[in-house]
């Protein structure tokens, strides 16, 4: 009876991992399709889906970033990590944010197209806050100062509807 006990605790165990590992895994290859896909699916899934594809998205853009030299991964993912910060409300507050911007500023350095693949366009959305800054509450962030600010702004929030 122990016997069963055990494997039936190490099967519950091993299916919950391969399942988180294949959200992930799932997740991860989503970053490779056209910023207007990624956006539907993102829409039309659950919350914990969305929430999974939005740090998926985090972790590649800070990938994206360290190659550039702009920002480690590391200190990109201590910036958005903390426990009281839903991934998912960042990428909508890094959206609305980037596409004010797109309105007032020419720069076209960083472009925001909607068929590139959905890492890059948040690497782009980002180097813009980035360089460009991010105004809020009356001040203007730039550099690390603009990613923490909006950190800031996102945390302690309830988790905002994709509607």
Known sequence: METF???????????????????FK???QLTLRPFNEWI??????????????????????GSLLEGANIISQSEFKKIFSGSRIYASDVIILTLITTHIQEHLSDSSEFPLNESH?????????????????????RNLYKGKNALIAMARYATDKEQQPWD
């Open 26 to 28: 799932n997740a991860t």
């Open 117 to 137: 693949q959905v890492r890059i366009y948040f690497y782009n959305c980002f180097c813009r806050l980035y360089f460009e800054g991010l105004y809020l509450e």
């Open 40 to 61: 539907v699916l993102a829409k039309g899934g659950s919350k914990k889906e969305r929430e999974v594809m939005s740090h998926t998205i985090l972790l590649e853009t």
């Open 5 to 23: 006990l055990i494997v039936a605790m190490i099967t519950i165990v091993l299916f919950l991992f391969m399942r988180g590992l294949f959200s």
